[in-house]
């Protein structure tokens, strides 16, 4: 199977988008499945979430300029089966930077082009930058995939229809096989009815897309970045890294279904909502 490049993204900040991006890979890694997490966010929280350094000159820009290759980046996190392409602050001059060149919303697809031909990754997992800046649509032009994560409060609710269409956008500016594999609801609190009421909401709206899986408030998942750790390391028992683990099981059994319906992204069940049903939310 050839590499798949998924992308986490949501244009609002604050929805678990970087704590999903760590230990949703770190579960595909456990399941032995061979991921590389990029970070593309400048305030590189997935780079030190995985206990790495923020280093100069260590992060995607220079293969976005053409003066890297992507293979070149790429840095072992400790942890089986899991390597990053890390981030830090000079990312954020890459919004300028490759605005000034020729097709400057591919310059992302360019630079990981031999990775991905290399095809020693199951999985790419691009943690995006929460804004609908140069390279978050840059991820969303080389991704075959896009998790959003949306956190359970009804504000959080408000870019989904945005985030659809752009998406829709995208498939139809040059990437057609791009298509939403599912909308996961994070921070649920199974003690309040706001977020019973939320996920209540999201899947009457969007019924299959939305991943039974659901994340919960977990103290145990706020304190793992500080010591540098996926949540399957720093407590393997607690119930954030059960979510994720079953999150990763479901994930894989959507993309078998995926690969297996012939991965057409306009019949399958992950085909994109239409904008009126967004519009509803």
């Known amino acids: ?42 305030q590189a929280n997935a780079t030190s979430g995985l206990g790495l350094e923020k280093g100069f000159a260590s992060s995607v820009f220079p293969a976005l300029l053409g003066e890297a290759d992507g ?73 075959d995939e896009v998790i959003i994560p949306i956190q359970c409060e009804y504000l959080a609710l408000e870019g989904l229809g945005v985030m659809i269409d752009i998406v829709n956008q995208i498939r139809d500016a040059g990437n057609p096989n791009l298509h939403i594999s599912g909308i996961l609801m994070t921070m649920y609190n199974m003690t309040t009815n706001l977020s019973q009421q939320v996920v209540q909401e999201v899947n009457k709206h969007f019924a299959d897309r939305v991943f039974d899986t659901l994340i919960p408030r ?44 012939g991965g057409d992204a306009e019949s399958s069940l992950y085909n994109l909502v239409p904008s009126d049903l967004a519009e509803e939310l």
């Open 1 to 42: 199977m050839k590499t798949t490049v998924v992308a986490l993204a949501n244009q609002k900040g604050g929805v678990g988008k970087t704590t999903t991006a760590i230990n949703f890979s770190a579960c595909l890694a456990e399941k032995r499945k061979k991921v590389l997490l990029v970070d593309l966010d400048p």
């Open 71 to 143: 293979l070149s980046l790429v840095r072992e996190t400790g942890i089986k089966n899991l390597d990053i392409i890390p981030s830090e602050l000079d990312l954020a001059g890459a919004e300028v930077a490759i605005a000034r060149m020729d097709d400057y919303l591919h310059r992302l697809r360019e630079a990981m082009a031999p990775v991905i031909e290399s095809n020693t990754y199951d999985f790419i997992i691009l943690d995006c930058p929460p804004s609908l800046g140069i390279l978050f649509m840059n991820a969303l032009n080389i991704a």
């Open 218 to 261: 977990n103290v145990r998942l706020s304190e793992a970045p500080s010591y540098g750790q996926p949540i399957t390391q720093y407590d393997s028992d607690c119930m954030g890294a059960a979510a994720y683990r079953t999150l990763a099981k479901e994930f894989l059994k959507r993309r078998k279904a995926y690969v297996e319906e």
